[in-house]
């Protein structure tokens, strides 16, 4: 269990800090994560790595000369937002191009993507390579859907190593893909890890029992078993990867037989007992193997194997030096290089200047109400949404989604007080959102708001036929950017009822109000049905059987927003001042969870 801590909300960002001021010969905060203290003295590729907190070293411990140039560090277990990676990529870059690399999930994905697509667009060369090295995450013929987990260390350490040596963006990225398609990895849970704050972690095994399959989030594995011995493990552990030897492979192996928490070092080396003489056995030598902690998971009970295939061209990087704050292989030569490393701050930016009409800005201060019974509804169920998620995933949601209402409440707010008119309301919360909540579900609700803020704009309040095309627009953008179908059991599941229900009454002529209540329903029936729904997106599938049973988190959480702001958004379009009606769209959350 976490127990140094003071705001538990607060707790990545007071770890990142704290890792940089002890570390501050090799490295530097920057909005987003840090980066390497100084610049090189000459342009060269930059390394990004990234994801969220809670995986230390991985990801800010491996910055340093041979490997990372920076981190973008998200929340515990959350995605970091494109902003924090825009911004990380803007202090490392030294003008040779960036590449972001991070483990295979889709708020990552999402995040990391739409941060290239801003930087490309001013000119930086970017690219991204993903990890996928987690065998249990999915079948060999679905390769590209798996995980990325402790191989994130074996792609990032062979990318680094390209990198510092001179390769140009191109050459870095093929080494950092040709390294994943060489990597698999297979782990196993004795006892899942527990947030800062929590009374209870994320999963609980019997006794004498082991999870196989798990991932660094904190999920459970895809199967219950009893707990082998080490040599049992070991055997378990060595079969599943070598049944997977990539055609045409080598005989010569890196080797990672990593911690991810709270396994003893000790325990470890019982574990490499088994598993080397087994490696060696079926023919291979292991080159400068890893026994240790890498990649970890909060305070989790559990091990990791990863076997990396080597070449020619991959083993000298692998064994090339690397100096950093937590990771040191050889003598690595500390580049001095710029010393200014001056900080990147966006502290001296001037206010936004909104033009917008007192209409527009009148609606603007319902859709403060409606965000402000959001927030409230969503701190209620902060621990019922998190519960659910625990169930086949790693119980962020709760966390996740009251950090995005947080930061959207304050984000509009500031907006209205500068005179901003509803949708650039709404287009600050949306943006706050998701920077601030990361993750999958913060991308897809910050890029929501952002839509139909866009959609609604500053002009005037909106009529039913406005405020259906504001809905469809945040429908089309979530559908679009996180490609979920109605079945995948998503947010999607309650998102789509409501715009179809909401789109066809307002067409028909119902007013607002009625339109968005009977549509409100509608996502709640939806999100209730996915219980009986398998998922086929996000961290959950492959956990799709332990899901079966409990209604999808992100599906529940929409129907309940949706539930509480219909009074706001969808009714009469005058400012709301009765704090009464708040209340009572407190009351509803209950009955959207029951």
């Known amino acids: 269990m976490t127990k140094i801590f003071n705001d538990p909300s607060e707790f990545a960002e007071e770890a990142l800090a704290g890792f940089c001021d002890v570390h501050a010969g090799l490295v530097r905060q920057v909005p987003g994560g840090a980066v390497r203290r100084h610049r090189p003295a000459n342009p060269k590729v930059a390394v990004l790595a990234g994801g969220g907190s809670g995986h230390y070293p991985a990801f800010a411990g491996l910055i340093g000369a041979g490997l990372a140039d920076g981190a973008v560090v998200g929340n515990i277990f959350t995605s970091p937002s494109a ?57 060999p013929s679905e390769a590209d859907k798996r995980r990325g987990i402790a191989g994130d260390f074996t792609v990032f350490k062979i990318m680094g190593a390209a990198a510092e040596a001179g390769a ?36 609980a095994l019997q006794d004498k029992q082991m999870g196989l399959g798990l991932g660094i989030h904190g999920e459970p594995g895809l199967f219950d078993t009893d707990l082998p011995s080490a040599k049992e493990l070991g055997r378990e552990f ?43 056995d079926a023919g291979y030598t292991l080159v400068m193997p890893e026994v240790g902690e890498l990649v970890t998971s909060l305070d989790m009970s559990g091990v990791s194997l990863t076997i990396t295939w080597l070449d020619d061209e991959l083993e000298p990087l ?20 710029d010393a200014s490393g001056e900080e990147i701050s966006d502290d001296g930016d001037a206010p936004a200047a909104y033009e917008a009409t007192d209409d527009s800005r009148e ?18 169920a902060e621990t019922r949404l998190g519960d659910m998620d625990a169930i086949a995933g790693d119980g962020d949601h709760g966390r996740g989604m009251v950090r995005g209402i947080d930061a959207a409440t304050a984000a509009a707010a500031a907006a209205a007080g500068q005179g901003a008119g509803a949708g650039s309301v ?43 095309a504001g809905v469809s627009a945040f429908s089309d953008r979530i559908t679009g950017l996180g490609k979920a179908e109605l079945g995948d059991k998503t947010m999607v599941d ?15 002529g119902a007013e607002p109000r009625q339109a968005w209540d009977a549509a409100a329903l509608e996502a709640t029936t ?37 539930t509480v702001m219909g009074q706001f958004l969808a009714g009469s379009g005058h400012p709301v001042t009765d704090t009464a009606a708040v209340t009572a769209a407190d009351s509803q959350t209950a009955g959207v969870l029951s």
């Open 363 to 380: 609606y603007a201060a319902n859709c403060l109400a409606a965000l402000d019974a959001a927030r409230s509804c969503l701190h209620t």
């Open 238 to 280: 060595v079969s599943r990867l070598l049944a997977e030897t990539p055609e045409g492979a080598g005989d010569r192996l890196a080797v990672i037989l990593n911690g991810l928490g709270s396994t003893k070092h000790e325990e470890l080396f019982v574990l490499w007992l088994t598993v080397a003489p087994l490696l060696r």
């Open 526 to 562: 939806a999100a209730e049905a996915t219980a009986s729904l398998r998922p086929l997106k996000g961290r959950a599938r492959p956990l799709a059987e332990k899901s079966v049973g409990t209604p999808d988190p992100g599906a529940t959480s929409l129907a309940m927003i949706f």
């Open 426 to 468: 709404l287009i600050a919360a949306g943006d706050a959102w998701a920077d601030k909540a990361g993750g999958t579900s913060g991308v897809l609700w910050g890029a929501g708001l952002r839509a139909f803020g866009e959609s609604l704009g500053d002009r005037r309040s909106p009529d039913a036929e406005e405020l259906a």
């Open 494 to 508: 309650a998102l789509v009822p409501f715009t179809e229900t909401f789109t066809r009454l307002a067409a028909n």
């Open 168 to 203: 140009d963006l191109a050459d870095v990225v093929r080494l950092g893909r040709k390294a994943n398609s060489l990597t698999r990895t297979i782990g196993s849970a004795f006892h899942g890890c527990t947030f800062p704050g929590a009374d209870a972690p994320l999963f």
């Open 318 to 337: 692998w064994l090339a030096p690397a100096e950093t704050p937590a990771y040191r292989r050889g003598n690595a030569a500390v580049q001095s290089g």
């Open 83 to 139: 902003q924090q990676a825009y911004a990380v990529a803007k202090a490392a870059d030294s003008g040779a191009g960036v590449v972001f690399t991070y483990g295979n999930y889709a708020g990552d994905v999402m995040n990391f993507g739409m941060a290239s697509e801003r930087l490309a667009a001013e000119g930086i060369q970017v690219e991204n390579v993903l990890v996928t090295d987690d065998i249990a995450s999915a079948p």
